[in-house]
């Protein structure tokens, strides 16, 4: 059938819950990896990075962890708030420093 | 530091007319990368500059656009003539150190073409 679009995968979760917000990537290349947050009328905003030397990172209430094996990579959002609703991109890159970035999840934030 | 600044934040054009969106980099920058994204495509890599020397159009739809960088602080995304497909969000993208791939997004210009 024709396109009409992006069907964005979608994950509801309650106010304090954590989510987990799954990406997979094509190019076993790669060696950087980001994953961005755009909320609705405004740019990506960098949320958190992993290099391919590592298997988990860190930041102020979230977790990268990262899979080659299967290449996977996934973000964890602990208490999860009504500010994290958003679209959250994977995006990979090799050495060319060319972004690609996954088509999205809306995460929403029920009260 | 303002981050990336683009103009306009909104552009509405007739179908034929040239249009020109400007990005300014953040300052010390050497990347500087155009995007489009709309609900059919998502996110697209257009053309991307390191040291203001273009290194990959393959991004670029067809003839209609060109993108310079006339030097480290300013860079332009024309299209000409516009038609209504082009309509769509456009970002503009710096990144800074070598061994850093992140990407500073701007605010975006959405471009809608009658």
């Known amino acids: 059938g024709e396109s009409v679009g992006l069907h964005l995968p979608t994950l509801s979760v309650q106010e304090g819950d954590n989510s987990i917000i799954n990406c997979a990537y094509s190019n076993s290349a790669s060696d950087y990896f980001i994953w961005y947050k755009q909320e609705s009328g405004k740019g990506p905003q960098f949320i958190i990075d992993?290099?391919?030397?590592?298997d988990k990172r860190q930041g102020q209430r979230v977790t990268v962890l990262l899979n080659k094996t299967v290449k996977h990579l996934s973000l964890q959002i602990a208490a999860t708030q009504p500010g994290d609703s958003a679209v959250y991109f994977c995006?990979?890159?090799?050495?060319?420093?060319?972004?690609?970035f996954g088509s999205g999840t809306q995460l929403t934030v029920l009260p | 530091d303002a981050g990336v600044i683009q103009s306009p934040r909104h552009e509405v054009t007739e179908m034929g007319q040239e249009v020109t969106l400007r990005c300014k980099p953040i300052s010390g920058h050497n990347s500087l990368f155009w995007y489009r994204q709309t609900m059919m495509r998502g996110l697209e890599l257009l053309i991307y500059?390191?040291?203001?020397?273009?290194?990959?159009d393959s991004g670029m739809p067809e003839d209609r656009f060109s993108a310079k960088m006339p030097n480290a602080s300013f860079s332009t995304l024309k299209i000409q003539p516009s038609e209504p497909r082009d309509s769509a969000v456009y970002f503009c993208a710096s990144g800074g150190e070598v061994l850093n791939n992140e990407q500073f997004f701007g605010p975006g210009t959405r471009l809608t073409v009658l």
């Open positions: 992993i290099r391919s030397n590592m």
């Open positions: 995006a990979d890159t090799g050495s060319a420093r060319q972004l690609t």
């Open positions: 500059f390191n040291n203001n020397v273009p290194i990959d």
